[in-house]
């Protein structure tokens, strides 16, 4: 069964940091491309950030770029996402994906708040 | 404009038909793209549902009834999910994306309220 759990939200203030995990179970985590996709609440679903199998190829959403970094460590089957310079916006559940959707994680919620 | 646009909402009676629209920008050519559909129920994760390219190319979300289908509008330039005899279970958010220009896009989503 392809499991994705993600941990590692919680309050920050803002201009703050926080590291999210995504611990994958269940598949070929390191032939799987992966994404980032976050909903703030009571909207709707925004993509933030991809990476492939190898690590090698990255793409973010201008909303993160240059703030949030992807990575994952595939000899630990753990995908990841450093957000720096946290603002209010930023506020969301973030959900880790398996490709374009096929799995998600159950999300874990950031909170951005003075 | 944004790239994906979906009605905010649908409402439809149990046992009829829904028809989820995805229009794509102009310029942005359907035929194209595959599109991807989610549902996502309230506090709930997103769920795939399907892929649909053409008829050739297609895939259905694991454990997602037939009932759930996929096309396109050549025409509306529009990606395009049928949901037939509507269940009260599957009122929910539907959102359909594609990946577009190194981006994973979604569209806005529509609420479906079975009634």
């Known amino acids: 069964e392809v499991q994705l759990v993600e941990s590692g939200g919680g309050l920050v203030q803002p201009g703050g940091s926080l590291g999210l995990s995504c611990a994958a179970s269940?598949?070929?985590?390191?032939?799987?491309?992966m994404n980032w996709v976050r909903q703030a609440p009571g909207k709707g679903l925004e993509w933030i950030s991809y990476i492939d199998g190898g690590g090698t190829t990255i793409y973010y959403a201008d909303s993160v770029k240059g703030r949030f970094t992807i990575s994952r460590d595939n000899a630990k089957i753990a995908l990841y996402l450093q957000m720096n310079s946290l603002r209010a916006e930023d506020t969301a559940v973030y959900y880790c994906a398996r490709g374009l959707g096929s799995a998600w994680g159950q999300g874990t919620l950031v909170t951005v708040s003075s | 404009q944004p790239v994906l646009t979906q009605p905010t909402s649908l409402s439809a009676s149990p046992g009829a038909s829904a028809r989820f629209t995805c229009t794509l920008r102009s310029g942005i050519n359907v035929g194209t793209y595959r599109i991807y559909w989610y549902q996502q129920k309230p506090g709930s994760l997103p769920r795939f549902l399907l892929m649909y390219n053409s008829d050739s190319e297609k895939q259905q979300g694991s454990g997602v009834p037939s009932r759930f289908s996929g096309s396109k509008g050549a025409s509306s330039n529009a990606g395009l999910l049928l949901i037939s005899g509507l269940q009260s279970e599957d009122e929910a958010d539907y959102y359909c994306a594609i990946w577009y220009s190194n981006t994973w896009v979604f569209g806005g989503g529509t609420k479906l309220t079975v009634l």
């Open positions: 269940g598949f070929s985590f390191s032939n799987s491309e």
